[in-house]
């Protein structure tokens, strides 16, 4: 079970951090992504962290790059999300998600099997 956290309404320019905590699995065995949908788009990929094993290998969409940084905590069963220098088109519900796939298929919202519910972002002035 995913639990995501820390959304909210920021004005542009403006920082949150996005917490995701797991339960009931071993965290550390698994690549966790982030996401973010809009009303009538498709999920779109933000940015994953590798487990463990993999040495901590981290993938951004370019959107983001530069902006967001995502890093996890094992010792808490959690994965963060700092996103800065936010713009009105970065408002979306986000998304974290659990995966095994292979590392060079993170991007893709299908190969991800288990969802948080979702955290509201809206940045406006």
């Known amino acids: 079970q995913l639990q995501a956290s820390g959304g909210g309404l920021v004005q542009p320019g403006g920082s949150l951090r996005l917490s995701c905590e797991a339960s009931?699995?071993?965290?550390?065995?698994?690549?966790m992504g982030w996401f973010r949908q809009t009303p009538g788009k498709e999920r779109e990929f933000v940015a994953a962290?590798?487990?463990?094993?993999?040495?901590?290998?981290?993938r951004y969409a370019d959107a983001v790059k530069g902006r967001f940084t995502v890093s996890r905590d094992n010792a808490k069963n959690t994965v963060y999300l700092q996103m800065n220098s936010l713009k009105p088109e970065n408002t979306a519900v986000y998304y974290c998600?659990?995966?095994?796939?292979?590392?060079?298929?993170?991007?893709?919202?299908?190969?991800?099997?288990?969802w948080g519910q979702g955290t509201q972002v809206t940045v406006s002035s």
């Open positions: 998600a659990v995966t095994q796939i292979l590392w060079a298929y993170v991007k893709d919202s299908r190969n991800y099997n288990n």
């Open positions: 009931g699995r071993t965290f550390i065995n698994f690549h």
């Open positions: 962290i590798a487990r463990s094993s993999y040495g901590r290998s981290i």
